[in-house]
């Protein structure tokens, strides 16, 4: 569902944190000159909306999003969402999810590339925090990468995890490798921190959610940004190493820098038709 050149690409936006705050007043300022305008906003708790967000843009329903006709639903909410609504919003529009965390569901990832392909949409990931993501995806599809980690480091303030891994931190207390292994098991652990694994586990495919490594460290040193560091490996000794410094205020659970890399995501969002693509 292209919008074309006279029609502006009609977005809905779930969820209105940070993040959600941030694309609503990008899309209501600089859309209109971008060709985007917004279709419809919805969080869980709508009075967060009021005052901020046209009364006429509040959904209050979000099982009635269909009603408001968009070209693009953007998702950044929590993987919950996903899982509950993604295969509805592909059988109207073109779904960017915010939160590929989901996505390491063996089962909703198929039922997702399917329905992309059933009804001619496309599933966008954004890479948000991840550098590298199209030449990962490119190595990937040309049979050359051979294996993929990343580590990523934060003050425990930042980070959001299921269960009490990180309940005992102390101030001061320096540097703790909270896991290490495969992506598939850590989404489930810190589902709303590795999003940027999570898009790297889309880009390289062939190696996915069980074969990308990860690893995730609080370090109460770092209370100025977030450390993402990413290690590709081809054949022949090759490899890659990047260390991106992202910054964050403390209990951030977004890198300052990755507000825009959204931005630019979704400004990419016009329709690439039945398959997953990161943007």
Request: charge should be neutral; aromatic fraction near 8%.
């Given at each position: 569902?292209?919008?074309?050149s006279?029609?502006?690409?009609?977005?809905?936006?779930?969820?209105?944190?940070?993040l959600?705050?941030?694309?609503?007043?990008?899309?209501?300022?600089?859309?209109?000159?971008?060709?985007?305008?917004?279709?419809?906003?919805?969080?869980?708790?709508?009075?967060?909306?009021?005052?901020?967000?046209?009364?006429?843009?509040?959904?209050?329903?979000?099982s009635?999003?269909?009603?408001?006709?968009?070209?693009?639903?953007?998702?950044?909410?929590?993987?919950?969402?996903?899982?509950?609504?993604?295969?509805?919003?592909?059988?109207?529009?073109?779904?960017?999810?915010?939160?590929?965390?989901?996505?390491?569901?063996?089962?909703?990832?198929?039922?997702?590339?399917?329905?992309?392909?059933?009804?001619?949409?496309?599933?966008?990931?954004?890479?948000?925090a991840?550098?590298?993501?199209?030449?990962?995806?490119?190595?990937?599809?040309?049979?050359?990468?051979?294996?993929l980690f990343?580590?990523m480091?934060?003050?425990?303030?930042?980070?959001?995890?299921?269960?009490?891994?990180?309940?005992?931190?102390?101030?001061?207390?320096?540097?703790?490798?909270?896991?290490?292994?495969?992506?598939?098991?850590?989404?489930?652990?810190?589902?709303?921190?590795?999003?940027?694994?999570?898009?790297?586990?889309?880009?390289?495919?062939?190696?996915?959610?069980?074969?990308?490594?990860?690893?995730?460290?609080?370090?109460?040193?770092?209370s100025?940004?977030?450390?993402?560091?990413?290690?590709?490996?081809?054949?022949?000794?090759?490899?890659v190493?990047?260390?991106?410094?992202?910054?964050?205020?403390?209990g951030?659970?977004?890198g300052?820098?990755?507000?825009?890399?959204?931005?630019?995501?979704?400004?990419?969002?016009?329709?690439?038709?039945?398959?997953?693509?990161?943007?």
């Amino acid at each position: 569902m292209a919008a074309s050149s006279s029609s502006p690409v009609r977005i809905g936006v779930v969820g209105y944190g940070h993040l959600g705050q941030y694309l609503v007043e990008r899309i209501l300022t600089d859309g209109p000159g971008l060709g985007l305008t917004l279709g419809f906003v919805w969080n869980r708790n709508i009075d967060k909306l009021r005052g901020s967000v046209p009364d006429e843009l509040m959904l209050a329903d979000l099982s009635s999003f269909a009603e408001r006709r968009c070209d693009v639903i953007v998702e950044v909410c929590h993987p919950q969402i996903v899982k509950d609504f993604g295969l509805r919003f592909m059988s109207q529009c073109h779904l960017m999810v915010g939160s590929p965390s989901a996505l390491s569901d063996p089962d909703l990832n198929q039922k997702l590339r399917q329905a992309a392909q059933k009804y001619g949409r496309t599933l966008y990931v954004p890479s948000g925090a991840l550098w590298g993501g199209q030449d990962i995806q490119r190595m990937n599809d040309s049979g050359t990468l051979k294996a993929l980690f990343i580590r990523m480091s934060k003050h425990p303030s930042c980070f959001r995890l299921t269960g009490d891994v990180l309940s005992d931190w102390t101030e001061g207390e320096g540097r703790r490798v909270l896991f290490r292994g495969a992506v598939a098991e850590l989404c489930p652990l810190a589902p709303n921190n590795v999003n940027t694994m999570a898009a790297a586990a889309v880009a390289a495919g062939s190696l996915g959610f069980t074969g990308v490594q990860g690893e995730i460290v609080s370090d109460t040193s770092l209370s100025d940004y977030h450390v993402v560091e990413v290690e590709v490996t081809g054949p022949d000794g090759f490899s890659v190493q990047t260390v991106r410094r992202n910054p964050a205020r403390l209990g951030a659970v977004t890198g300052s820098a990755t507000y825009n890399s959204f931005w630019n995501s979704l400004l990419c969002c016009r329709g690439h038709g039945g398959r997953v693509y990161l943007c």
